[in-house]
Structures are given as C-alpha cells and as structure tokens.
C-alpha cells in the first residue's frame, strides 16, 4: 500500500473516528481533548486553549480535503463543529487585550487553579491558527478580526522576549526557536486565509518574511538547530551546560516543511536550499541507533544523552529525565517533512529516511489492542508510557495534520488523479 493511501485509510479508520465520536462537545461547545495516553479513559473537563485551537484547525482543513474527495466525510458536517468551535474559543478564551485564556471550564468559564497557568504564547498562536484556518474554510474575513488581534499581540511579546511559554519556561538569557516556529505557522496559515479571501495580506506577508529570518537564524553550520541559544547572539560563556549543548530534532524537522511553504507562498528560495539540507542532518542528529526512532532530545554532537552542566531548573530536569522518549509528534512531523523534501523538492538524502521513520512510525505508535487511535508517548524501546508530555491532553493536531499533509502530496504525485496542487 502507498503511502498516501495508508495514511487516508490510517486516518479515516482510526484517527478521526476516535476524535468525532469522543472529542467534540455537542452540549457546550468546543472539544474534549483530556484523555490518557491509550485513549480510553476522559481525564478531566478542561479545555486547553492550545488544543482547542488546533481541533479548529483540524476540522477546517479535514473539511476542505472532503470536499476535494481527499477524504470520506461530510465536509459540512466538519465545518459545522470548527465553526461551534470557532465560536468557543472566540466568547471564552479570547480576552479583549489581545491574549487568550491558557484553559477554561468545560463551560467556557475561567479556571480558578492557581497552578493553572494564565497565558501562553503557544495556546495564543494555536487559537489563530484555528480561527484563521474557520476563516478560510468558510470564507468569512469577520473571523479574522481577533485572530489578527491576538497574533499582533502574541509577535510583540515573542520579539521581545516577554510572552510567556508554558508549560516551558524558557532559561533566563536564551531565545528559543519554540516560539519562532509556532508563529511562523500561525503567519503562514493566516497568509493563505487572506489570499484565499483576496484580501490585502502585505502586512501578514512581511511579518512571515521576518519569521522564516528568526527561524532560519538557529540553524547551525552542520545544519541542525540550536533550540536556545543566548538571547542577541551572545556568545556562551564559561562552561558548557545542557541547555546550550541539548538539542530539540523535532523542533526543527517540523520548522523545515513551514520554512519550505512560507517561501512558496512569499515566491523566494532564499532558504530552500539550506533548510533542505538541512533534513538528512536532522534526521540523523535525532535517530536512536539502538533502538530506532527518534529521541526527544539529543546532545549537540549527535543522539546521545545531552552532556554539559545541568542547572538546577525545571526545563534542564525535564530535558534530563525525557531525552530518549519516543514521542508521536516528532514522528509524524518527520515523516511528513522528509516526504515533502524528497517528493516535492528532489531531496535524494530525505527519501530513505523518510521510508525508515515512516516503518517506525506505523510499526510503534497505533494502538492496536493496547489503546484507541495512537499511543503518542512511548519509552526508548517504543513501549507505552503512561505519562503527561507538555499538556495532560490526547491531542489530535499532529497526527492528523501530517497524515493530511501526505495524502495532499500523493494526490499532487499523481496529477492523474486531479487534483490542483495544494496551498500547504
């Protein structure tokens, strides 16, 4: 079976039948994303903002892709939920400053935990990429109006170092390219809601410009990333410690495909060629040797534990105590941009890597008879690992994301089959 046919039957046979039955609200609106790791049990009411904006996203764009016959579903149906969703996050989680609540109540009322977190840049981004996403799926510019207004918000406060970032606080002196790859995504998705609304998007198109810089800007000589280097380009000092020498693979396989679609959309190469070449590096930067797959995170001199002096900080013990877990996102991320590079681009270096994650990826994470849709946290040797990562969510985005994004480019493959080249 192709890869683009087994990623449509992956996600039209266990992905989305899981997230339709059990994820969407149809009492209060919004999605139930608080599951254990297996899928089987509902962990709690409260609804991120983080994953409510991307359950937005999600069903905008599966929407569009039953509409071209990319998929088997009702495209009405799916918009009808992204829009109950739109509306959701726009009465409760949208402030009139410009942020957006962390989380609320089932209801949509405030949470009132004090270990609950206010704000995240990352849950701002994520809430405009599913209002920008509503917008272009259901050509309604009204939508654009708070997204617009919280992503002004959100790329002051990354610029300057103020946006607060849970549930990882960025080491004190150090950029990080977290927050630069989630806003380039954000630009990216509401440069294509205004272009497919024909609307005036020159100010969106140099605020991308400037963001592919600032991603572009960590990518070391050898070709991977530096995930937090000291703030203003200081040199480092004294020394060596985790945070300098660890690397984030992940981060910086799924920044490629974005770097690669912002400059389609602005009409530059200007970084195709280093970001493409940068696949194999990265690839081979986060593959674990021993046991496949791709570790979490790596020290700067290849996958290995990250050397250097751990400070005393949450972020340092959290890269410690995870670095060899075998995460869903970094795979279905790698595999969609090692396709991408290879198919579209010519990349010869991505194509074996791509087969190689793509076995690993299908042979680890579908849950099978240990769990429901996939189990996204696995252990160095690809066994479940009941644990939170990042949020105490199930979260649907990435899977289905690049499962999505691999069923577009084997349609664009075959120009038999069609169907016009995608936007993303």
């Known amino acids: 079976m192709g890869f683009a046919k087994r990623a449509r039957t992956e996600l039209e046979q266990v992905i989305l039948p899981f997230w339709y039955e059990n994820g969407i609200d149809h009492e209060l609106g919004g999605f139930h994303t608080c599951f254990d790791n297996r899928g089987r049990t509902r962990t709690a009411e409260t ?17 569009t892709l039953a509409e071209q016959g990319l998929l088997s579903a009702d495209p009405e149906l799916l918009t009808g939920w992204a829009e109950r969703g739109g509306q959701f996050l726009t009465d409760h989680a949208v402030r009139t400053d410009g942020t957006c609540r962390f989380a609320v109540q089932r209801d949509g009322s405030p949470v009132v935990d004090p270990t609950v977190p206010d704000r995240s840049v990352y849950a701002d981004l994520f809430a405009v990429m599913g209002l920008a996403g ?31 970032t849970p549930p990882y606080q960025i080491p004190a002196g150090r950029d990080a390219l977290g927050p630069h790859m989630i806003a380039l995504n954000a630009l990216l998705v509401l440069a294509q809601a205004e272009g497919s609304l024909d609307l005036d998007g020159t100010t969106t198109r140099a605020a991308l410009a400037t963001e592919i810089e600032h991603v572009m800007s960590f990518r070391a000589a050898d070709g991977t990333f530096v995930e937090m280097p000291r703030a203003g380009g200081a040199p480092d000092a004294g020394t060596e410690t985790v945070v300098e020498r660890h690397r ?14 912002a ?7 200007a970084h195709r060629r280093q970001a ?5 590096a990265l690839c081979e930067l986060g593959w674990d040797r021993e046991h496949g797959g791709l570790l979490r995170y790596t020290d700067a001199a290849g996958p290995v534990r990250p050397a250097g002096t751990a400070e005393q900080a949450p972020y340092t013990e959290g890269v410690l105590a995870t670095w060899d877990t075998k995460l869903w996102w970094v795979h279905s991320e790698a595999c969609a941009t090692t396709a991408i590079a290879a198919r579209r681009y010519g990349q010869p270096a991505a194509a074996p890597w791509f087969d190689r994650i793509w076995e690993y990826t299908l042979s680890t994470f579908p849950g099978g008879d240990q769990g429901r849709e996939w189990i996204q946290i696995r252990d160095r040797s690809g066994q479940p690992k009941d644990e939170v990562v990042a949020l ?15 069923v577009e480019l084997g349609a664009e493959t075959h120009p038999a089959a069609g169907v016009p080249r995608p936007a993303s």
């Open 263 to 269: 400059g389609e959309l602005l009409g530059t190469d």
């Open 47 to 63: 609804k991120f903002t983080w994953s409510q904006g991307r359950f937005v996203w999600l069903l905008s764009h599966a929407a």
């Open 248 to 261: 984030v693979p992940g981060h910086a396989i799924e920044a490629i495909w974005m770097v690669l679609a």
């Open 276 to 280: 493409l070449d940068s696949v194999p």
């Open 134 to 164: 509503l917008a272009a799926r259901t050509a309604d510019p009204a939508v654009l109006v708070p997204a617009r207004s919280v992503l002004e918000r959100a790329l002051a406060d990354i610029h300057a170092g103020t946006g607060p």
């Open 392 to 406: 105490p969510v199930k979260d649907p985005f990435h899977i289905a994301r690049n499962l999505m994004q691999l």
